[in-house]
């Protein structure tokens, strides 16, 4: 059945609002006090220092290196460096896809997947070796733990990860080596496993048993672990023991949590995400800054608040898969055109939890959700109505408010905010960057 979707005026007559009603809007800035690693690929070869099961090796082993689905902005030239560092010391690293059932849950996929993130054999300076293929490791509870086949295969293996806040779940370990562990290298298999597994209980427990047993059965050497600082840069970057990544992580994790970049509003009628995507996050949209969880057996947090989301597209390094469209409210025409109904039912089959892929009120512009904002957000007044807008949920640092939001902001003392200005509409659509302040 084809898809239909209202034109807008029908939409506009759905309550009086009209475009002159809607209030002016400001750029804003969030100035975070943060620090970069200068040498982000030196970083990563002195990583490699930290692991002292290397000197274990012989001379030509090979290594296989973790490497995930995620938008990492540090991740391909840390990386780089330590495939540097470890063929320097003579040994033959490869690269693998350790994603779960991103992809489309195939090879090829998985392939492109690094490759649109910048990962391909030209830029790492080693082979990529892709396969969905898993062997069996070991069990837990009756219930199989896997890892990929060409990991499994090599004379050591070293997982690479970035240690951040989880999307689905809290916990002292949560997104970094262990889940890569356990979830990324176990491929569609692992990830199925492991999220079933998850909806039935402790997900956080579920991942540090089957880590332990991967750790004890294959030759992992340790981990090199990044935690990025508020503007998405690596602030800090470790080789981690295997013996010592349970306890490392953890305290790993809570750096990264002081370091999450979060809106500085917390109570919105309408969050505007200009994008969302499997490089951004998991989820598409990452659960802990707008807000919402949607996963069985998990709390919805109290904070923030935001009443409706609406997300205008979807990234291009996604390929269609649109996990996460039913964390937002209303959606574009072109984002529901551009999903790829087959990736994205393949990742919500793996992970479990099917009111993240509900298809979400869909509008064929931008100014009709805007319209629609007053009646469904419980706004009469559309002056009044409290909206930003961020390019995506790892860039909530640059907004572009409505004069409510704005007035408040003022007063925050680590955000800059420009001047009001009536709000720009090209044939329904906003404007393509209206960040600078």
């Known amino acids: 059945m084809p898809l239909t979707v209202p034109e807008p005026e029908r939409l506009a007559a759905a309550n009086d609002a009209v475009r002159t009603d809607l209030p002016r809007f400001a750029p804003a800035a969030v100035e975070w006090e943060t620090e970069s690693i200068a040498d982000v690929t030196a970083a990563g070869r002195a990583a490699v220092d930290d692991l002292p099961a290397l000197d274990s090796l012989p001379p030509g082993a090979e290594i296989a290196i973790t490497a995930g689905s ?22 033959e690293p490869f690269v693998f896809p350790s994603m779960g059932s ?5 090879a090829d996929g998985q392939r492109a997947v690094l490759a649109d993130l910048g990962m391909t054999p030209d830029s790492l300076g080693c ?10 490791v070991g069990q837990d509870d009756d219930r199989t733990v896997y890892v990929d086949a060409h990991a499994a295969d090599a004379d050591a293996i070293l997982i690479a990860n970035r240690v951040k806040p989880h999307t689905d779940f809290t916990d002292t370990i949560e997104s970094g080596l262990c889940k890569m562990a356990v979830i990324g290298m176990g491929k569609h298999d692992g990830a199925e496993m492991m999220h079933n597994a998850g909806l039935r209980g402790d997900m956080g427990n579920e991942i540090r048993e089957r880590a332990a047993i991967l750790f004890d059965e294959l030759p992992i050497i340790g981990g090199i672990a990044l935690v990025e600082n508020a503007h998405d840069r690596a602030t800090h970057i470790e080789g981690v023991p295997t013996d010592q990544i349970l306890e490392r992580e953890a305290e790993l994790l809570e750096r990264a949590y002081r370091e999450l970049p979060m809106l500085p509003v917390e109570d919105l009628d309408l969050l505007i995400v200009d994008e969302m995507g499997k490089e951004v996050s998991g989820t598409g949209l990452d659960t802990n800054v707008i807000g919402r969880t949607y996963f069985e057996g998990e709390t919805e947090p109290e904070r923030p608040k935001y009443t409706r989301i609406y997300v205008r597209s979807l990234t291009p390094p996604s390929h269609g898969n649109g996990l996460g469209i039913g964390l937002a409210d209303m959606v574009h025409e072109d984002l529901v055109r551009d999903l790829d109904l087959g990736d994205t039912y393949v990742n919500i089959a793996t992970s479990g939890e099917t ?10 512009d931008d100014e009709s959700a805007l319209l629609l904002a007053p009646s469904i957000t419980g706004t009469p007044d559309p002056e009044e109505l409290r909206i930003a807008r961020i390019p995506n949920t790892m860039e909530p640092g640059q907004l572009f408010v409505s004069e409510p939001v704005a007035n408040d902001l003022k007063d925050h003392e680590s955000v800059t905010v420009g001047e009001l200005r009536d709000l720009e509409l090209d044939d329904g659509t906003l404007s393509s960057d209206p960040y600078g302040v």
């Open 355 to 364: 009111k993240r892929t509900k298809i979400p009120l869909i509008v064929p």
């Open 127 to 136: 082979p990529v070796r892709s396969s969905m293929a898993t062997v069996e």
């Open 70 to 91: 995620r938008g990492i902005r540090d991740f391909p030239p840390m990386l780089a460096g330590v495939i540097e560092a470890l063929q320097d010391s003579g040994y």
């Open 102 to 106: 991103h992809g489309g849950a195939t």
